[in-house]
């Protein structure tokens, strides 16, 4: 089972500020997937990313995979209260097998 | 556009008593799945299944049961509940070959 490791765990920011969120592991991904979760709801994916160095950007959300396939980096620029939730990352050694980290809760202060 | 529905949303059991947590998805995906999110944990897979009538222990099966009856349904058991199996569950599905997993929005459930 891989261990990944998101760092911080909780970050509380004003608007307007940026922000990076980190997942780490010792192991290589296949893949590695980003989702937002919202109190009371299931998490919805933001992005996959699968080539070492990829980057994705989604609106004010930028995305980037390591070199090596073993981390992954989640920018804010300019932060707003709608982004306030738990971020999670995601790695696939397969189709089936999908390990989460613990999670990085971000409140976005108005 | 129901995506994936978590029944109930909300549970109190006493310690020994036993329940089901149902779960149907709509998107006929092969996969199901069924976490447990506790915090500081992130999610735990518990079972899994990859097609109707089978079954598969994942991380945590300790103290649950599953059932695939029908493609579309997945059902979670709790045979003698304990206070450490207060947490908040929640099923996803996923089409084949695709590490892309739908959630529902989740059963909480507290074990007295």
């Known amino acids: 089972t891989q261990l990944l490791e998101q760092s911080p765990q909780f970050l509380s920011i004003q608007e307007g500020e940026n922000l990076t969120v980190y997942c780490n592991s010792s192991?290589?991904?296949?893949?590695l997937q980003w989702y937002r979760q919202e109190p009371g709801e299931g998490p919805v994916l933001l992005v996959t990313?699968?080539?070492?160095?990829e980057v994705k950007k989604l609106k004010r959300l930028t995305f980037q995979f390591g070199d090596a396939r073993k981390d992954s980096s989640l920018h804010i620029t300019a932060a707003q209260p709608g982004d306030t939730g738990l971020y999670l990352c995601?790695?696939?050694?397969?189709?089936?097998?999908?390990?989460f980290g613990s999670g990085t809760q971000l409140t976005v202060l108005p | 556009n129901a995506g994936v529905t978590q029944t109930p949303k909300f549970r109190v059991l006493k310690t020994g008593q036993s329940m089901t947590l149902l779960c149907a998805q709509d998107?006929?995906?092969?996969?199901m799945y069924w976490y447990r999110q506790d915090p500081g944990m992130g999610l735990r897979l518990i079972h899994y299944?990859?097609?109707?009538?089978?079954?598969a222990k994942g991380e945590v099966p300790d103290g649950y049961n599953v059932s695939r009856l029908k493609k579309q349904n997945f059902l979670l058991g709790l045979e003698s509940a304990a206070p450490s199996q207060t947490s908040v569950y929640f099923c996803a599905s996923s089409s084949t070959g695709s590490p892309r997993r739908h959630f529902g929005d989740g059963t909480r459930l507290s074990i007295l």
């Open positions: 998107m006929n995906h092969e996969y």
């Open positions: 192991s290589v991904f296949s893949s």
């Open positions: 990313v699968v080539t070492g160095g």
């Open positions: 299944s990859v097609g109707e009538g089978t079954t």
């Open positions: 995601a790695a696939s050694g397969s189709a089936r097998q999908l390990t």
